[in-house]
């Protein structure tokens, strides 16, 4: 978040310095825009705050990683990915869990499914999906993205072995 | 509100009583402190992300993003959505308002779709996370096998987002 906070209040920056030299009025019409926009969307992130909030605290971790380490070959690329994928949680969460599941065992094509079904199913992130670009781009997404965390198991599987 | 407002509230007041009877008040009040937690340090990136939205608006002619990232742009505006997504750091309340305002500005959803799949799938700035957590080897394979991904979908994304609008702006105008 913090080296995130940099950059994207750099781009802000830079963009309304550009605004500013190209028109003095353009930078201000800008930011109303921005803010407009925000003003629009505010009920609907407040919802999806509230929402990743709950769902952080509901879901049992450690029964997940005694259930995870003990899969392998295809089983443990389907388990993964279904893991993965459902657990709400962000990179500081679920990156360190997946350190720990390697340690407990886990092989490397379970690991890849279980990291490409986090980043790809985006259940923690479906929030936000749904209160912007709305549930029926987020439902097409998921449609599409069904098979890619199993595949890229199975790709592992088969290029790199367990 | 719409029908998007309701549908969350209602999962979010589905999930706060499921919070309560799985702990009581404690639970309850904990879910929703941490989903606050959460916003209170996300925030001025917050705000931050919503006025590089609207800058951008402001700034980029929507006759040069529809030429570059419209609809018609195709494998064009796939690839720089790509570029765009794999770039953009921040969390899903920075790249979900971004995406949108990028739609806004006029850019088709097979390039909405290659920026959403480029920052899920190819975020430059969990490249340090990933090598401290899973190693150099795991992480080389992850992003070996998963590579195709954003492509692919960027360009089956141009197809089955054919005609959808976001809700968010389908009351008129982008």
């Not at chain 1, 199913?121 to 449609?143: D, I, V």
């Amino acid at each position: 978040m913090t080296a995130g906070i940099w950059v994207i209040g750099a781009a802000a920056v830079a963009l309304t310095l550009t605004a500013w030299r190209r028109h003095r009025g353009l930078a201000g019409e800008g930011w109303l825009a921005g803010l407009a926009s925000l003003r629009q969307q505010l009920p609907l992130l407040l919802l999806a705050f509230a929402m990743a909030g709950y769902v952080e605290v509901l879901v049992p971790r450690a029964f997940i990683e005694r259930w995870l380490g003990a899969g392998a070959g295809l089983r443990g690329v389907l388990l993964g990915s279904v893991a993965g994928g459902t657990l709400p949680f962000g990179p500081y969460v679920i990156l360190p869990m997946a350190a720990a599941l390697r340690e407990a065992g886990a092989s490397s094509a379970t690991l890849v499914a279980f990291t490409s079904g986090w980043m790809m199913w985006t259940t923690g992130k479906l929030a936000f999906e749904f209160a912007t670009l709305g549930p029926g781009f987020s439902a097409r997404r998921l449609a599409l993205y069904a098979v890619f965390p199993p595949l890229a198991g199975l790709l592992t599987l088969l290029l790199f072995g367990s | 509100m719409g029908a998007v407002e309701w549908l969350l509230a209602l999962i979010t007041v589905g999930l706060a009583v499921l919070a309560y009877l799985q702990g009581g008040w404690a639970l309850a009040w904990s879910g929703l402190a941490s989903g606050m937690a959460t916003l209170r340090a996300a925030a001025l990136l917050v705000l931050f992300a919503f006025a590089v939205g609207g800058l951008f608006r402001v700034l980029v002619p929507a006759s040069a993003i529809k030429k570059w990232l419209g609809g018609e742009a195709g494998l064009r505006g796939v690839l720089l959505g790509m570029a765009a997504g794999a770039l953009t750091p921040g969390g899903p309340y920075v790249f979900y308002p971004l995406a949108l305002a990028l739609y806004r500005a006029g850019a088709g959803m097979g390039t909405i779709m290659a920026y959403v799949s480029a920052k899920i799938v190819w975020d430059v700035a969990r490249i340090p996370l990933e090598l401290a957590f899973l190693g150099p080897r795991l992480t080389a394979i992850r992003w070996a096998v998963t590579l195709f991904v954003p492509p692919a979908a960027g360009l089956l994304g141009e197809r089955i987002l054919r005609g959808y609008r976001p809700p968010a702006v389908a009351g008129g105008g982008r």
